[in-house]
C-alpha cells in the first residue's frame, strides 16, 4: 500500500528565510504532485514532476524529485507572508489514484 | 474553458434528506474524482469514472451514490447522511485515466462544504 509522508507538518518562519520541506514515499511512482491549499479553499497545484531529477520552479518555490531514493522537497526562498497555506505533495498510486500526504501547515511570520 | 465547477459552494442538510453535488468540466477530460476532506485533514479518494465509467469505488458507504451522465458532468447523490460526514467534497478531473494525465496533473473543483445536521 502506498504511503506517503511529509515533514515537518507544522512550520512557522520568518520572512525573507529560506527552508525545505519534503515527501517521502513506500512505493515506486513517476508521478509527484504538490498542491497548495488555503483555509476553506481548494487545491491548487503547483508542481508536476515526473522523472528523475526533475526540478520545477516558480516564483520563492522550487521543488525536485529523486524517484529512486523516493524523496520530493520543495524549497522556499525568501519566504513573504503571501506564502502561508498548507501544502500538500500528493503520489500516482496507480494507473488513477493520487495519495495525499498529511500535508504542511506553513506560517510565515512578518 | 480550464475549471472545474461544483454547486453548490455550501449545504446543510438533515439526517433523512437526498441531496446532490454537481461537478461539470467542459475540458474533454475523460476521468473525474471525487475526494472527500475533513478539517485539517489530506482528502481522501472516494470514487473514480473512467470514460462515463465507475473504475474506482473506495469502500464508499452505499448513503453517498456517485453518477456519471456525460463526459462532462458527474453528480454525488446524497441519502440519510451522519454528522460524521461533515467536510469538503472536491471533485476533480483528469485528461486521461493514465497516459497524459501524468502531463498536466489533476484540476480541482473549488469545493462543496457540507454539514449534517
Known amino acids: 500500500e502506498l504511503k506517503v509522508e511529509q515533514n515537518p507538518l507544522f512550520l512557522s518562519m520568518q520572512e525573507g528565510k529560506n527552508y525545505t520541506i519534503y515527501c517521502n514515499y513506500s512505493?515506486?511512482?513517476?508521478?509527484l504532485y504538490w498542491y497548495r491549499q488555503d483555509p476553506g479553499k481548494s487545491l491548487e497545484s503547483l508542481f508536476v514532476?515526473?522523472?528523475?531529477?526533475a526540478v520545477k520552479q516558480e516564483g520563492r518555490l522550487m521543488a525536485s524529485l529523486d524517484t529512486k531514493a523516493r524523496l520530493s522537497t520543495l524549497h522556499i526562498t525568501a519566504a513573504v507572508h503571501d506564502l502561508s497555506a498548507t501544502y500538500f505533495c500528493?503520489?500516482?498510486?496507480?494507473?488513477?489514484?493520487?495519495?495525499f500526504g498529511k500535508g504542511m501547515k506553513l506560517t510565515v511570520n512578518p | 474553458d480550464t475549471e472545474v465547477t461544483q454547486t453548490p459552494k455550501h449545504l446543510v442538510m438533515g439526517m433523512t434528506n437526498k441531496k446532490s453535488l454537481k461537478c461539470e468540466q467542459h475540458m474533454g477530460h475523460r476521468a473525474m474524482y471525487w475526494y472527500k476532506q475533513k478539517a485539517k485533514k489530506p482528502p481522501e479518494l472516494m470514487f473514480v469514472y473512467s470514460y462515463e465509467k465507475l473504475s474506482i469505488n473506495e469502500s464508499v458507504p452505499s448513503r453517498f451514490s456517485p453518477e456519471c451522465p456525460n463526459s462532462s458532468l458527474l453528480n454525488l447523490h446524497l441519502h440519510a447522511l451522519q454528522p460524521e460526514d461533515s467536510a469538503l467534497y472536491l471533485c476533480?478531473?483528469?485528461?486521461?485515466?493514465?497516459?497524459?494525465?501524468?502531463?498536466?496533473?489533476?484540476?480541482f473543483g473549488s469545493g462543496t462544504r457540507l454539514t449534517v445536521v
Open positions: 500528493a503520489v500516482g498510486g496507480g494507473s488513477e489514484k493520487l495519495v
Open positions: 512505493t515506486t511512482s513517476d508521478r
Open positions: 514532476l515526473l522523472s528523475n531529477g
Open positions: 476533480a478531473s483528469s485528461p486521461h485515466p493514465t497516459g497524459r494525465a501524468e502531463v498536466y496533473g489533476y484540476t
